[in-house]
Structure formats: structure tokens, C-alpha cells
């Protein structure tokens, strides 16, 4: 899906709801909520998300924590085929931890550094966030295929739901 010359995708291989397991979800700042709340209405304006094997979408998307495990569970819009993929967060979690820390910076720096500072942190918290994209593209390649920008909300949204406060 991250080819430029392909052809435009279906209007089936897409989101048209997302949600969050309440049960998942620690509360926690702000900031985090925000990031969350806008992760979810930038993936729902635009995405790219197909189940390989399937063509049956548009996707209704439910997001949990489940032992350790990202629970991501799947369903046509018309709530037929309902399936769920479990992702281990083990590879992801030294880049959800290190995202997290630099978030915190960035939010401090906002305060009170100057705007080079603040620059210098948002790349380094883009970088990280570019790295958990990608490898959440590959860890899911064999079941769901998504686009760059897809895989950069939703790894927005794990680490939301990831984040224990």
C-alpha cells in the first residue's frame, strides 16, 4: 500500500470506526487524551486498511489491551465476520517506552525552552514515532495491510492505550 505508482485503494479497505476498550484505557493527561481523541479523527478522515484475504470493508476497528497483547479486533461495518488479531507488544515496547520520554520532554520544553530546543525534541519524537509505524506495518504485513500514515495513528493510539501513567 505504500507504493506511489499503485492504483488508489479500494473504498472498501478502510476504517469507518475506531474504538477504545474503556477497560484499556488509564487515564491520563492531557496531552495524552488529546493525542488520542486526534489520532482517532485523522485515522477515520483518512486511512488505508485492508484484511488480507478480504474484501468485505469498510472496517469497524476495536482497540484493547489484553495481557500484554494489543487485541484488535476486526468486523465488516455490517458486523458480519467479526475477527480479532492478537499483536505481542514486546517489539514494540522499548519504542513506546522511549516515545513516552521524549513526549514528556517535548510537553516540558514547550514551557519554557527556546523554539530550537523544542524543534530538536518534536524530530526526535517524530523519529521514534516513524519507527514504531514501521514496525507495526511489519509485524501486522500478513494480516493487515496499511499505509505509512494508517500505521502512524494507530501506533499513536497503542501507546495511548499503552501508557499505564
Given at each position: 500500500?505504500?507504493?506511489?505508482?499503485?492504483?488508489?485503494?479500494?473504498?472498501?479497505?478502510?476504517?469507518?470506526?475506531?474504538?477504545?476498550?474503556?477497560?484499556?484505557?488509564?487515564?491520563?493527561?492531557?496531552?495524552?487524551?488529546?493525542?488520542?481523541?486526534?489520532?482517532?479523527?485523522?485515522?477515520?478522515?483518512?486511512n488505508a486498511f485492508a484484511i488480507v484475504g478480504?474484501?468485505?470493508?469498510?472496517?469497524?476497528?476495536?482497540?484493547?489491551?489484553?495481557?500484554?497483547?494489543?487485541?484488535?479486533?476486526?468486523?465488516?461495518?455490517?458486523?458480519?465476520?467479526?475477527?480479532?488479531?492478537?499483536?505481542?507488544?514486546?517489539?514494540?515496547?522499548?519504542?513506546?517506552?522511549?516515545?513516552?520520554?521524549?513526549?514528556?520532554?517535548?510537553?516540558?520544553?514547550?514551557?519554557?525552552?527556546?523554539?530550537?530546543?523544542?524543534?530538536?525534541?518534536?524530530?526526535?519524537?517524530?523519529?521514534?514515532?516513524?519507527?514504531?509505524?514501521?514496525?507495526?506495518?511489519?509485524?501486522?504485513?500478513?494480516?493487515?495491510?496499511?499505509?505509512?500514515?494508517?500505521?502512524?495513528?494507530?501506533?499513536?493510539?497503542?501507546?495511548?492505550?499503552?501508557?499505564?501513567?
Amino acid at each position: 500500500m505504500d507504493d506511489p505508482t499503485a492504483p488508489p485503494p479500494s473504498p472498501r479497505n478502510r476504517l469507518r470506526a475506531v474504538t477504545l476498550d474503556e477497560g484499556s484505557i488509564a487515564r491520563g493527561s492531557a496531552n495524552i487524551d488529546h493525542e488520542r481523541e486526534v489520532a482517532i479523527r485523522d485515522l477515520l478522515e483518512a486511512n488505508a486498511f485492508a484484511i488480507v484475504g478480504r474484501d468485505d470493508g469498510p472496517y469497524v476497528l476495536q482497540l484493547a489491551i489484553v495481557d500484554d497483547r494489543l487485541a484488535m479486533r476486526i468486523g465488516a461495518e455490517q458486523g458480519e465476520g467479526q475477527i480479532t488479531h492478537m499483536l505481542s507488544l514486546t517489539s514494540l515496547r522499548r519504542i513506546i517506552k522511549d516515545y513516552f520520554i521524549v513526549c514528556d520532554s517535548y510537553y516540558d520544553a514547550i514551557r519554557t525552552a527556546p523554539p530550537s530546543r523544542i524543534q530538536a525534541i518534536d524530530m526526535g519524537r517524530r523519529a521514534l514515532h516513524d519507527e514504531g509505524s514501521r514496525l507495526l506495518i511489519e509485524r501486522l504485513k500478513d494480516k493487515i495491510e496499511i499505509d505509512h500514515d494508517t500505521a502512524r495513528r494507530l501506533f499513536t493510539l497503542i501507546c495511548a492505550l499503552h501508557w499505564k501513567g
